[in-house]
T-cell receptor, first 114, second 113 residues
């Protein structure tokens, strides 16, 4: 089944404890992206990757890191999480970065930082 | 002005009625327009996309695009309670070639039996 897999689904952590949210897609998509979704603010892009070893900042990159060493994987790293990073996170992928294609989303990771 | 604007709702319609969801966007260079459905606590699911002015129909769903007015809409015919969800309008960022989609905040649809 074609899908984007995120793990974990739920995570509660403490301020300052480094964490990684994994994202993997099995559709051979070139483009991958991370979004966070917050009430009243909608979906906002954190980082994106047009292809392997090519990543760039989205609208809200502060406090996050990403890497794209393999085409299928695009982990999101929070080096020192803070409570304002409590949110619902979605990984998304697309066949390419051209305007023609929509995203396929992962199931989401609900992160709580206390 | 927000880049993609939607009325947050809730929009309440009776079962069997037509639900009309609207979206306006500010970037005249945008070329691709998408509608996603998101159930509470779930991920967005792509239900329609449209690139050209006019209407595009898929089953009970019709997407309408008017680039001159910078307006895109989604019609849901014969609305069912299972259509109750938040509908997100997404538009590609025409001014860049980053593949970025800009999302509206969504319209909550309630279909009452």
């Amino acid at each position: 089944e074609a899908q984007v897999t995120q793990n974990p689904r739920y995570l509660i952590t403490v301020t300052g404890k480094k964490l990684t949210v994994t994202c993997s897609q099995n559709m051979n998509h070139e483009y991958m992206s991370w979004y966070r979704q917050d009430p009243g603010l909608g979906l906002r892009q954190i980082y994106y990757s047009m292809n392997v070893e090519v990543t760039d900042k989205g609208d809200v990159p502060e406090g996050y890191k990403v890497s794209r060493k393999e085409k299928r994987n695009f982990p999101l790293i929070l080096e020192s999480p803070s409570p304002n990073q409590t949110s619902l996170y979605f990984c998304a992928s697309s066949l390419s970065g051209t305007p023609l294609y929509g995203y396929t989303f992962g199931s989401g990771t609900r992160l709580t930082v206390v | 002005q927000k880049e993609v604007e939607q009325n947050s709702g809730p929009l309440s319609v009776p079962e069997g009625a037509i639900a009309s969801l609207n979206c306006t966007y500010s970037d005249r260079g945008s070329q691709s327009f998408f509608w996603y459905r998101q159930y509470s606590g779930k991920s967005p699911e792509l239900i329609m996309f449209i690139y050209s002015n006019g209407d595009k129909e898929d089953g009970r769903f019709t997407a309408q695009l008017n680039k001159a007015s910078q307006y895109v809409s989604l019609l849901i015919r014969d609305s069912q309670p299972s259509d109750s969800a938040t509908y997100l309008c997404a538009v590609n960022q025409g001014s860049s070639n980053t593949g970025k989609l800009i999302f509206g905040q969504g319209t909550t649809l309630q279909v009452k039996p």
